[in-house]
C-alpha cells in the first residue's frame, strides 16, 4: 500500500470536519405548477394548507410576489436563470413540438451554484432545455404527482454525509390539471391529478364544490366550482409534501440550515389566470423561511418577481458577483430584508410573456405599480390564444354552451379580444376591469408607463423592442 | 512486416477498382440565397448567367418550382429534411436570438446520404441546427461571397482519390443583401455584396439601373432600380461560381457522375417576394442536370416544390426508402420525369411559412394548382410583419418616404394588412391583386381549396391546425 493510500482518508477527514464547522448554506427551491394564493397563510380559509401556513409563520410571506411570464417553462427558465425569458430564449413550452429553450451560453442557477461548490439536485419538473445549460448533479425520480413521495426521495441528498451545501429544486406536477376528466362528479371537472385510489403516503383531502372560494375573475358556475374542488385537493396533497420534506430536513438536522423558498411558477389553470398576466396570472405565493431571520411571521409588501429568486440564492450562497463569469440578473437579491415589512425600494415590477403554446404568439409587456399598471398587448389584432387545456376546461366549455356574455366580472369578448394598451389603477379597480388607456385624465401616466417599458425592454435586450416601430 | 500489412493495399486496391467500374453517383446541390427568376434561361435578357443557361441547355428547368416558406433557414431545413418546416421544427431563422432548431429526431439527407456510404461535404451558408442533426462529413470553408473561391475550396472533395461517391451541399451567401449601404450611388441602394475592389477570380459585371427589368410588384423607382442592378451583379458573381465549380467537375471527370441541382432558398430580398408566399416570394428557379437524362434543354412544367429535393436526390443515390428507418417525406422524386416536359400528376404545390425572425409571426399555409391559389393568413389580425433588412432597404423607405400608396401593383394597405383568405386566379391575375375569396362565384372553388389546406395540414402533422378551431 502506498503512503498516498493511507494519508488519503485523513486528509479528507481532515477536510471534513473543517468544512463541518461551518453549518453548510443549503437551499431547498420548491415550485409548484400553476398554483394560485390559495392557502391558509394567504387568505383562504378553506384549502387546508397547514404545512405553508407554518413555513409562513416562521418566516416571510411575501404579499405583492410575480411571475414574469404565465407560462411554465418560460416561467422556470426564468427563476432558473434570473433574466427575463426574453432573454435567455425560453420563449415558451421546451416540449414536443412547442420546442423552445434557452440559449447555449446562459449560465443557470445550478451550474452556478455547482461552481461555487453546491452539491445540486432536482426532482419532479424540469420543462427547460437544453440539459447542457440546466444541468443538476443528479436527477431524482419520483410520481410528481405525489409530493410526500418526492420528499422521502430527497432524503438522500438531504441527510447524505458530505461536507458540501445542497441546493434541491423540487417540483411537484400539482395542482396541474391532468387531462382527465372525472366523468363520474357534477360539472364533469378536470382531476387535477386527484386518484380514487389516492397515492401512497398522501392523506387526500376533498372538498365540496359548495365550499370553494371563486375569485372574482371566475365564473361562479357549477362545473367552476367542482373544477376548483379539484383543484384545491391538489393543492392539499402538495401540502402534505412539503411537510414532509421539512420533517426529513429537521431530521437530518438541517433544517436550520437551509434557506427554504416556496412559490408558484404561474396563475391557476383557468383563462383568465394562466397564459394572461392579469393579476390572478402572475400574483403568485411566495413564502421564504431563512435560517438567518431575526424576525419571524413576516408579511412583506415589497413587490418582489421571479428573476429575484437566482440572485437571492446566490446571495445566501455566498456566490452573488462571484466567479470569474457575473451573470447580469434581471433581478436582485431580497435576502436583505426579508425582515421588513415594507422595505424600501421595492415598488414595481415588470413582466414579460411571449409564448404558452408555440402556436399561442401573444407577446405582452407590463410595468405594475403599487397603483397603475400598464399591459402592452404587441399582438393584440389576434384574438387572445387558448392554451388547449384551458379551451377544453369545463369551466370555459360550459359558459361557452350557455353563450356567457360575461366571465367572471370580465365579458367574454373583452377577454379574447384585447387593445393594444390596457392600463389599471388597481387601487380603484383591483380586478382590472376598466382600462384607463384612452382616459384623457390619464395620459401622463400612460406616457410615463409606456416609457417605463420601453426602458424596460432596452435594458434587458428584449427583440420584441422593434414593436415600437415596425408594428 | 506481416502478412496483413502486406497484403491490405492489394485488398484496397482490389476493393477501390471494383467500385471504380461502376462510377460514383455523385450529387452536388446549388442553394443560392434569395435569388428569384433572374437568369437568362428563365427569360431575364440583361441579368448575365451563361453558366446557369449552359446547365439548363444540358438538363431540365422547372419553369414551376416552389419553396415552401419563403425564409432562409426555414426553407433549407426543407430542403435537407424532405419536410415542411412545421414537422422539422426550424421554424424560423436559426441564428442569435431567433433561436429555432430542428428536432433531434430529424434524419437529414446529409446524414442518409452519409448512411448510404456517401461522403458529405458543404460550403458556404448553412443556417440550420443543430449540428448533430445537419452533420456533414466536412465543413469546408471560403467566403460565402465569392463562389469562385468557393468552388476551388471543392476541388479536393471533387477530385478526391476515394470510391465513394460525394454530395456537395454549395451555398453561396449572394445574392442576400449585405446591410451595407453604397451611400455614394443614386438611389443609395444596399451593396447585395458588390465590392469595389471585387473578388479575386470573379470578373465583377455591373449592371445599369436603367436597363434592370423591374418585375410588376415593385415600384418602378430609381432606388429600386438601383438596389435591382446590385442584385443583378450579385446574381452574375454566382454564375461564375457555378461555372467554375462545372470545370472542376469536368477536370476531375466527374461531371458525368454528377446530378447538379441548382436552386434559390426563396424569393428576392425586396418587400412583395421574401418572406411572403406570393409568387415572387416562392417561385423559384430551380435547374437540374442529371448524366443519365435522355432529353437534354427539358423545359418542365411539373410543378415541385423543395420537399421534392431530398426524396429526389436520394433517388439518384439508390437510398430512398432504404435502410432500418424510412423517413416519411412530404415531397417525392422528380427523378423519373426529367425527360418529360409535361409530365402527369404534378399540378399542385403546399406551401407553409410561419416565421421568419422570431418576432415575424405570420403563419401562412398555401396551397397553389394550376390556375387557383389560396393562402390562409392564419394570424391576419397582425400587420404583415417586415424583416429588418427590407423593411430598411432604399426601395421600401423610399416609396415610404414619398408617401406612394401604390406598392407595384398592390396599395401599400393591402401589401400590410391581409385578409384572412387570398384566393387567386392566377390564369386571369397572375400578379395576385384581386382577391376572390369574397366573390360568390368562386365560393366552391374556396370551399374545395379550404378543404385541401386542412387535409394537407393533418397528413403533415402541422400545429397550426388548431387555427381552425381556436381562432
Known amino acids: 500500500m502506498s503512503i498516498r493510500r493511507l494519508v488519503l482518508p485523513f486528509l479528507l477527514a481532515a477536510i471534513f470536519s473543517?468544512?463541518?464547522?461551518?453549518a453548510p448554506r443549503n437551499v431547498v427551491l420548491f415550485v409548484t405548477d400553476d398554483q394560485g394564493r390559495d392557502a391558509g397563510c394567504y387568505g383562504n380559509p378553506v384549502v387546508r394548507t397547514p404545512n405553508l401556513d407554518r413555513l409562513a409563520a416562521e418566516?416571510?410571506?411575501?404579499?405583492?410576489a410575480f411571475c414574469t411570464t404565465a407560462s411554465c417553462s418560460a416561467s422556470r427558465s426564468v427563476l432558473l436563470t434570473g433574466l427575463q425569458n426574453h432573454a435567455n430564449g425560453q420563449y415558451g413550452h421546451q416540449h414536443a413540438y412547442h420546442h423552445f429553450r434557452s440559449f447555449d451560453r446562459i449560465k443557470s442557477l445550478?451550474?452556478?451554484?455547482?461552481?461555487?461548490g453546491y452539491r445540486t439536485a432536482r426532482i419532479g419538473k424540469l420543462h427547460v432545455d437544453p440539459p447542457e445549460v440546466y444541468r443538476f448533479d443528479r436527477e431524482l425520480s419520483g410520481n410528481a404527482r405525489n409530493a410526500v413521495q418526492m420528499a422521502e426521495q430527497c432524503r438522500e441528498v438531504i441527510a447524505a454525509y458530505d461536507p458540501r451545501p445542497f441546493f434541491l429544486y423540487f417540483c411537484p406536477a400539482d395542482p396541474h390539471r391532468s387531462g382527465q376528466v372525472a366523468a363520474?362528479?357534477?360539472g364533469k371537472p378536470d382531476r387535477f391529478g386527484n386518484r380514487p385510489k389516492g397515492y401512497p403516503g398522501v392523506k387526500e383531502v376533498s372538498y365540496d364544490p359548495k365550499d370553494v372560494i371563486v375569485p372574482p375573475f371566475l365564473p361562479d358556475s357549477p362545473e367552476c366550482r367542482a373544477e376548483l374542488a379539484q383543484y384545491y385537493q391538489a393543492v392539499t396533497r402538495i401540502d402534505q409534501g412539503l411537510g414532509r420534506l421539512v420533517e426529513i430536513l429537521k431530521e437530518s438536522g438541517q433544517y436550520n440550515n437551509t434557506l427554504v423558498i416556496y412559490l408558484s411558477d404561474n396563475g391557476i389553470p383557468f383563462p383568465g389566470a394562466k397564459t394572461t398576466l392579469y393579476e390572478p396570472g402572475m400574483r403568485l405565493p411566495c413564502v421564504v423561511r431563512s435560517p438567518e431571520q431575526r424576525r419571524r411571521t413576516v408579511v412583506s409588501s415589497a413587490m418582489i418577481n421571479w428573476t429575484d429568486i437566482a440572485p437571492t440564492i446566490l446571495d445566501y450562497a455566498g456566490a452573488l458577483g462571484k466567479g470569474s463569469e457575473k451573470p447580469a440578473f434581471h433581478g436582485r437579491s431580497f435576502l436583505g430584508v426579508l425582515d421588513e415589512s415594507d422595505p424600501k425600494g421595492?415598488?414595481?415590477?415588470?413582466?414579460?410573456?411571449?409564448?404558452?403554446?408555440?402556436?399561442?404568439?401573444?407577446?405582452?409587456?407590463?410595468?405594475?405599480?403599487?397603483?397603475y399598471k400598464l399591459i402592452w398587448n404587441i399582438a393584440h389584432g389576434l384574438p387572445y390564444p387558448f392554451a388547449s387545456d384551458l379551451w377544453a376546461s369545463a369551466t370555459w366549455q360550459s359558459g361557452l354552451k350557455r353563450g356567457e356574455k360575461l366571465y367572471g366580472q370580465r365579458t367574454v369578448d373583452a377577454y379574447i379580444h384585447r387593445p393594444a394598451f390596457e392600463l389599471y389603477d388597481l387601487k380603484a379597480d383591483p380586478h382590472e376591469i376598466r382600462n384607463l388607456a384612452d382616459d384623457p385624465g390619464h395620459a401622463t401616466v400612460l406616457e410615463d408607463l409606456k416609457a417605463k417599458l420601453r426602458a424596460f425592454q432596452k435594458r434587458t435586450g428584449d427583440p420584441w423592442i422593434v414593436k415600437w416601430e415596425y408594428e
Do not use: K, N
Not at 473543517?18 to 461551518?22: K, N, S
Not at 418566516?59 to 405583492?64: C, S
Not at 445550478?110 to 461555487?116: E, F, G, V, Y
Not at 421595492?346 to 397603483?371: C, L, N
Open 59 to 64: 418566516g416571510t410571506r411575501f404579499d405583492y
Open 18 to 22: 473543517a468544512q463541518a464547522a461551518a
Open 346 to 371: 421595492w415598488d414595481e415590477v415588470y413582466a414579460s410573456h411571449t409564448f404558452h403554446e408555440i402556436t399561442m404568439y401573444y407577446p405582452m409587456r407590463v410595468v405594475r405599480g403599487r397603483q
Open 110 to 116: 445550478p451550474m452556478l451554484l455547482s461552481a461555487a
Open 184 to 186: 363520474e362528479l357534477p
